[in-house]
């Protein structure tokens, strides 16, 4: 079965950095887009950042733009996500999510904590 494991979360002062993993299996992890989610406490989820199959092409949340980095390493099924200069309003869990025939997949999220 299609199971996604995120980690990397943790709590971090803002202008910090952090790095989030999703490790993937149960799919042929090579041959579809990956995204990250994300949900703080009260507001809609939403994409932050999506890849495409090979890591060409990237889309990102125009808040997070400049500062976070979506990439793969399509040998490990890993999918990951570079956050740097973290603010208080990038506080949420943070999903990977992935789309195979029409059904949606997600993991259990890490906590991202951005805070003074």
């Known amino acids: 079965q299609v199971q996604l494991v995120e980690s990397g979360g943790g709590l971090v002062q803002p202008g910090g950095s952090l790095r989030l993993s999703c490790v993937a299996s149960g799919f042929t992890f090579s041959w579809y887009a990956l995204n990250w989610y994300r949900q703080a406490p009260g507001k809609e989820h939403e994409m932050v950042a999506q890849?495409?199959?090979?890591?060409?092409?990237?889309d990102y949340l125009d808040s997070v733009r400049g500062r976070f980095t979506v990439s793969r390493d399509n040998a490990k099924n890993t999918v990951f996500l570079q956050m740097n200069d973290l603010k208080p309003e990038d506080t949420a869990v943070y999903y990977c999510?992935?789309?195979?025939?029409?059904?949606?997949?997600w993991g259990q999220g890490t906590q991202v904590t951005v805070s003074s």
């Open positions: 890849i495409s199959t090979t890591g060409a092409t990237t």
């Open positions: 999510k992935v789309s195979i025939k029409g059904n949606w997949y």
